[in-house]
């Protein structure tokens, strides 16, 4: 029994003393992340720190300026003759940080330190906030600091119904909350963020709800800026409505980015969509559409070069032009040079897909767009330079029932089919436009270039007539 006292007593006393020999490495820690913070990014600048410790909990205010070396310069960032005003007065904020010392963090388990964050506003500011919304912290944000130094950052929104614009519109939403997970050095990153609803209803009527609102993702640092990430945002219902009582609802609304490296090279795809439509927007498609897909790969895309352009765009905000040099200049020429550079590794831009889809079917189109053995005079010449080495192919697709259902398409592609523009494919209308060595060719005929010399151009399609309005 006495063994167990004395065990227990030992314990508390840890317990006791740990705190303060786990702040001051708490506090160091939360310095460093301050300084990856801005290293990472260089719109912000600290300008100040006021450090208060404590032996359980520990305080620190910081104090942010916005794009600071930019404000300083002088007005127009040139020099001239006529008497030029004070440098501008970069924006700050300050945020207040709550640091908890480990290694017991009460309900976010063990661990280093919690940091609470919010920004330190005016109190006519904060009051203001109450009196509109309930409360002067909207959101809160929390990140726990690991034993090993690795985050999560924590944003949290209560549920609330608030009233805008003098009580006309009623604006709502569901809790929000979204946790990011990072290591010290900013190498890797994970988000998860939902929000299950947000809404708005004014009084004439007008409004819209958005159900189901999700991202998540990873990223891994390839080198410097450049990272290997897989992401994902959308919603599962959409619906807006006008005054005059107009609407259109959509769901399974997506956008994701992906990478694939594949020695010094990149591949990136971007998936933007969604699933059924309905409203007057979509009704050239008779009120109805079920899918719409824009899918884009950039493909062989030269990761050390992709690396430079984000390091030389990062240090734009910190090094503001010299006086006598434009500030448009002084950024874009050594960006373009990076840009122009990523030409000579054969880049391709892949159409993988673009199409609608209704009850008739899909219209779609396809094909890939590449840049072929450029080289430094080409570079030089510029814009004309690269067209000589461009070469794209790419397929038009659409069934015939897709565009019987749309008024005076059907009559309109039979036009085309007259002129070689498109080709009828039993109950398809196709069309293949391909583009290499400054020549331009649909279905295989070579065509002039629009644009260049006369010519008659294709027939028009027609301007659809609305159909009735479809009952919701």
Do not use: C
Not at 15 to 21: K, S
Not at 156 to 183: C, H, M, N, P, Q
């Amino acid at each position: 029994m006495r063994r167990l006292v004395i065990a227990l007593v030992i314990l508390a006393l840890l317990l006791v003393a740990a705190p303060w020999g786990i702040g001051k490495i708490a506090g160091q820690n939360v310095d460093r992340g301050l300084d990856r913070l801005v290293a990472e990014a260089p719109w912000l600048s600290i300008v100040e720190r006021r450090y208060t410790p404590g032996w359980f909990r520990s305080s620190q205010d910081v104090t942010f300026e916005v794009l600071g070396p930019w404000f300083r310069q002088p007005p127009g960032g040139v020099e001239t003759d006529e008497p030029q005003g004070p440098p501008s007065q970069p924006p700050s904020f300050t945020v207040r940080n709550e640091i908890l010392h480990g290694p017991v963090l009460w309900f976010s388990g063990l661990g280093l330190a919690r940091v609470n964050s919010r920004l330190d506003l005016p109190p006519d500011w904060r009051q203001r906030l109450i009196e509109s919304i309930g409360t002067d912290e909207p959101l809160r944000v929390s990140t726990r600091i690991g034993f090993f130094g690795g985050r999560t950052t924590t944003f949290t929104a209560e549920k609330r119904t608030i009233e805008i614009e003098g009580g006309k519109t009623e604006l709502s939403w569901d809790d929000f909350e979204a946790s990011v997970s990072y290591t010290d050095d900013f190498d890797s990153f994970e988000l998860d963020a939902r929000w299950p609803r947000v809404a708005s209803q004014g009084s004439d009527g007008a409004g819209g709800r958005i159900e189901g609102l999700f991202a998540d993702g990873t990223s891994e640092r390839i080198e410097g800026d450049l990272y290997d990430t897989d992401f994902a945002a959308g919603f599962a219902k959409l619906k807006f409505v006008d005054a005059a009582g107009k609407s259109v609802d959509m769901e399974d609304g997506e956008y994701r980015l992906t990478t694939d490296r594949d020695g010094d090279f990149l591949s990136l795809a971007a998936r933007i969509g969604s699933g059924a439509m309905k409203g007057e927007s979509v009704q050239v498609f008779g009120g109805a559409v079920e899918s719409v897909h824009y899918d884009f790969t950039a493909r062989r895309l030269h990761a050390p070069t992709l690396a430079k352009i984000l390091r030389l765009m990062k240090e734009s905000y910190t090094k503001p032009p010299p006086p006598g040099i434009i500030a448009e200049t002084a950024n874009s020429v050594p960006i373009k040079a990076q840009v122009m550079e990523l030409f000579k590794h054969d880049p391709e831009l892949a159409i993988d897909r673009i199409s609608i889809a209704t009850r008739a079917g899909e219209a779609t189109i396809k094909g890939v767009m590449r840049a072929r053995q450029v080289r430094e005079e080409d570079l030089a010449a510029g814009g004309l330079g690269l067209l000589a080495r461009l070469e794209a192919d790419l397929k038009l697709e659409a069934p015939v029932k897709f565009l019987d259902a749309i008024q005076g398409a059907t009559p309109w592609a039979e036009q085309l089919v007259a002129t070689g523009l498109l080709e009828r494919a039993g109950d398809r209308f196709v069309s293949r436009l391909e583009y290499g060595n400054g020549e331009f060719k649909i279905n295989g005929k070579v065509q002039q270039i629009p644009g260049v010399g006369v010519g008659a151009p294709p027939p028009q399609p027609p301007v659809p007539t609305p159909a009735p309005k479809p009952e919701l």
